[in-house]
């Protein structure tokens, strides 16, 4: 019996113990130790009441962070962070200097760790399925003007849309589709003050699926 | 001397009840509202020249300092337009519906923003 429990410790520290492991009180610290904190807010609900608030941010609230993103994207992303907006957070004026920090590969892992551990109860799960669907593309191409402020990849890989919001390119590896409905649909919770125009009333629920399900598709 | 009381009286409960009407208009900085919302389509100083205006954009963002454009709207149809988005007007949904968005007082202040940049009073309707 002794030698099973040693065998199941030893297990324990071996697993613990390997490359791919990560550890959330680790990434927290290590957060906070590179000065993430300076940017991001990691504590909910959402603190903005006013164009003020927002324009007093530096980077996006990440307190939802692990409803919104993908991990591995995250992960790797930390160690790359390749512009994801063409202009500087919060500008109009001035485009993105790309001059986020990077992380090293054992603090982006747990790093990545503490920030996926970070939820919102307004995103339901297993709610949106990425594909090719056809309603969401015209409600995203032609209907409304999200390719106004989104660049997205067009037929033939061309580079559409436009430079104010968030790139869309690859966003399914980047976004977690349930988030993005739950963002279409509950602004308020994530971003209660934000230069993108509010559907709700505008799309019904259904359209809305339709419009995550098609961006969520974009590789 | 009762009278004068009375109408002192009345007089200040008109000017009470006005003022939250007035206060409410005077708090919105329109300016920052219009760089915060139409300036990514439109530019920081409204000549339609915002950074979503690439090659690619498929129409002209409005120019609102040109007042030969601007006097043909009313503000009636300003108000439609941003309130219904481009296709309340038979625009282009490029402009999008900020009725969901905007209070009515942030967009009846943006009218006047807008007036002031094309210094024009616009058609009359």
Excluded at chain 1, 76 to 88: E, S, Y
Excluded at chain 1, 145 to 167: D, T, V
Excluded at chain 2, 83 to 106: N, Q, V
Aim: aromatic fraction near 8%; glycine fraction near 8%.
């Amino acid at each position: 019996m002794k030698r099973i429990s040693a065998l199941a410790v030893a297990l324990a520290i071996a697993l613990w113990a390997l490359p791919g492991h990560a550890d959330p009180a680790a990434g927290e610290a290590a957060f906070k130790a590179s000065d993430c904190t300076a940017c991001h807010y990691t504590d909910g609900p959402a603190k903005e009441k006013t164009i003020d608030d927002q324009l007093a941010k530096k980077g996006p609230e990440l307190w939802y962070a692990g409803s919104k993103f993908q991990k591995e994207w995250l992960q790797a992303w930390l160690q790359d962070p390749a512009p994801i907006r063409q202009m500087k957070f919060n500008s109009v004026t001035e485009a993105n200097p790309g001059d986020h920090p990077k992380l090293a590969a054992a603090d982006a892992a747990n790093v990545s760790d503490f920030l996926m551990g970070l939820t919102s109860d307004a995103v339901e799960a297993g709610v949106v399925k990425p594909k090719k669907n056809a309603k969401g593309r015209l409600i995203f191409t032609k209907k409304m003007p999200c390719s106004g402020c989104h660049q997205y990849e067009g037929r033939k890989k061309k580079l559409m849309g436009g430079r104010s919001g968030p790139s869309l390119v690859g966003v399914g590896k980047r976004l977690n589709p349930d988030w993005i409905y739950a963002y279409l649909l509950t602004p308020e919770i994530f971003k209660p003050v934000k230069a993108m125009p509010v559907f709700v009333g505008l799309l019904s629920e259904k359209d809305m699926k339709n419009v995550a399900s098609y961006v969520a598709n974009f590789k | 001397m009762m009278a004068k009381y009375t109408i002192f009286a009345a007089l200040v409960v008109i000017l009470g009840l006005a003022a939250p009407a007035a206060g409410q208009a005077q708090d919105i900085d329109v300016e920052k509202v219009f760089k915060f919302y139409c300036a990514q389509c439109h530019g920081v100083g409204g000549k339609g020249d915002g950074p979503n205006v690439t090659e690619n954009f498929p129409v002209s963002p409005r120019n609102f300092t040109n007042p030969e454009e601007m006097n043909k709207l009313t503000n009636a149809d300003i108000k439609n337009v941003v309130m219904d988005g481009g296709p309340a007007m038979s625009k282009s949904p490029m402009m999008p519906p900020w009725g969901k968005t905007l209070s009515e007082a942030e967009v009846d202040a943006l009218i006047g923003y807008l007036r002031v940049l094309c210094n024009c009073k616009g058609k009359e309707g």
